[in-house]
């Protein structure tokens, strides 16, 4: 026997209806959301980058001052010992340089805080990077390993150049 099949429910035949638009262009709310969580995603991933790049520039940056620091310190006969990096933010950061006792409370140094003061000046309108000096003197029981702990985690490599 032969099976036929009534529509019962009077709401007419499916070819009724046709998608007036490209069914490519139909999005669900999943689809949106999926969307919405990649975009995110690349937007944190783009967002982290800039963050390291622009670290990374301060740090160079960190560099080329306390090099200029140095250099000014040697031409006034002053033998800086070291100088440790403290970076408080991507943007915010602290030179500490130590020197012999004796060349520390000489009033030679004084004007040292002076040209530090010009190079923290330098960058007062750079929204992006902060810089500050310190310094310290350092004996033969100087402890690095508080310096550590006060975040000075960056030694600044002294060599025969910037020694000289």
């Known amino acids: ?14 070819q009724t209806w046709e998608v007036s638009v490209d069914k490519n262009s139909i ?3 999943d689809d949106v959301i999926d969307a919405y969580l990649k975009g995110k995603k690349e937007g944190v991933k783009e967002t982290k980058q800039i963050f390291i790049d622009k670290l990374n520039e301060n740090i160079n940056k960190s560099a080329v ?4 620091m140095l250099s000014f310190l040697k031409k006034r006969k002053l033998n800086p010992i070291s100088a440790h990096l403290k970076i408080k933010s991507f943007n915010d950061f602290v030179i500490l340089i130590t020197l012999p006792e004796d060349e520390f409370i000489s009033e030679d140094f004084l004007v040292s805080y002076d040209f530090a003061a010009t190079i923290e000046e330098e960058v007062i309108d750079d929204k992006y990077y902060n810089v500050m000096f310190m310094f310290s003197d350092r004996e033969e029981d100087f402890n690095t390993n508080l310096l550590v702990s006060d975040g000075f985690f960056m ?8 020694n000289a």
């Not at 026997?1 to 499916?14: A, D, E, V, Y």
């Open 1 to 14: 026997m032969k099976k036929t099949i009534q529509n019962t429910n009077g709401l007419g035949k499916s």
């Open 27 to 29: 999005f669900t709310n």
């Open 65 to 68: 001052f306390t090099e200029r």
């Open 155 to 162: 030694d600044y490599k002294m060599t025969e150049v910037n």
